[in-house]
DNA sequence: TCTAATTTGTGCGTATGTATG
DNA sequence: GCATACATACGCACAAATTAG
């Protein structure tokens, strides 16, 4: 079944990968069945154990066989037009997940697969999910979101094939990544429209701190505290009983919705009596209540440039750009 | 009762110890049953004495069984906690999986692990997909969607283990299936108001046919023919020009946001001058405008249903009620 | 329970040819 | 001509899992 020739150009490896792409074309291989072991390939061809290993591990990466130890290398999918697999982990699943995703698989093209997990913020899921997928994929896209020391749970991954996404923690300096600066976002856009933040008496974040990034908060009460603006830091929106002045910073989109039917119950005046500048755009966000002002990073252009740093192998930290878009609701 | 095959990656102890679970689920081991001797299975099944005796060790362990010395084997617990694994085949990735998603997780309890994949629209990624992971899972749920004679694709999986989604085609009715309604959803719904949307001169409906149910468009056909209101089905939104007495019913958001910009710039007014009802709740659209009309099936009931059936083996095709939320958009 | 055989997984060292600057 | 990096190929040793007798 395997041909392996004294041929020039073409590596021995290759031509093994070649042989069992051929037999599954053909029909010789199907799913399911067992590969003849490393040993006696290596035997029967008189090659060296690492060739034949070489030539297994990159039809394992492309997820066409697979392996378990003490038993053997199986057939695992007759697809072999899928020439990479990438592993993307996601916290959870949110409505802005899907710019990003679509844009992700819109760059790279057709003949690349994508797998996503969530970790749901759950460290436990996160171990079993690396460890589990560790060996299988060819590159590794991480969104750690507000796990802390995630570089011990991925450490053992490829460090040329691992790619961080959205939050960039301490330890993970030395792995390329997409990232947004959410303190930086936080402080310089409001900064920027700090003449009008000031017509207000308080400014008020909604932060829960399970989901939401710590940078967000620490950028937060870095311009109140430089700009000498009385502010607080609630948990949610559910018990507050909003007053006259307050300008609410709301990350959650469900906080957002519980502040507007608050001012409307209360008859103030969004954007008069009550401000908001909400985050991460989201389709409807450009016509609820005349437009709310949304701080936002371009999640297209993040899906663009994490597929582009994949293809092109740039292994750089780059950042997100975030913007303030301008709408009436403060 | 002990099932061992020549399957692909998993070793034959383990086998066993799935049989034996698989039977204390089901009901056929009860608490005190005697097992098989380590012989008798040994023989039947042509294994080697300590496969069997690993097998029996580990559960014996884990005190799922216990021994007497010169008697054989007994069912010590009926109290086993497999770890089950779902593949879930959606779509694409949108706003509303989230609930779907958040509430089949919730109430399948935290031992079951659910693996997404999304097909697109794309059949032969369909096709890849389910033939990759046959066989990897304890239940393969799946939304075809719009792809027609899925049912050769998927009759190689086991028939009591696969859940149909959202949509039943003529070839799935023989699964077990949690489903909308969706011509019954929209005839039923419209007709329900059918006095104010009287008022309207013309009922148009964008439909893209690649993406939105056949039934959808059915219904919607059935409403104005049987009501001889005037009507039109198109594509898209984006070249379309308003005019005074329309009624939009609208599945997709971009098409709902641009529809709406367009009443603005055209200077009509939202539930005199023109109507919309959307498909699909979303969170901001009870504040939108003032609030959007929307058809929408419940996707939290439809996720817990969902999970409730397949823990509970329930092979039943259920209905998830679709309801009209009126708000002030028409 | 022990021993043995087989298989994959991993790490280390070495050698050769080719491309690059 | 020389230094360097990279891909390819070989050999050896040991660990862990599986299975048999």
Redesign the interface.
Known sequence: MIVVKRKIGVPKYKQIIQSIEQAILSGVLQ??D?LPSINSIKNKHKLSRDTVLMAFNYLKTR?II?S?V??GY??????IT?TQKIFLLFDE???F??DL??AFLKHLGNHIQV????HHFNKKIFRKLINDNSGDYHFYVIMPANLKNTHKLIKNLPKDKVYILDQVHADLLDYPAIYQNFEKAIFNNLNDVKTQIKKYKKLILIFDKEKQPQGMHKGFVEFCKKNAIPFEVINSAISKEIEVGELFIIPD??N??QI??NIKTHNLVLAKDVGIISYND????????GGITTISTDFNLMGKRLAEMILNKEAIQVENPNKLIIRNSF
């Open positions: 799913k399911g067992q997820g697979q378990v003490g038993k199986y057939v695992a999918s007759e697809n899928v699943l949110n409505a997940k899907e995703y679509n797998d996503i997990f969530f989109d469900k957002l919705l507007i039917k989201a389709l409807l966000k450009e016509i609820v209540e």
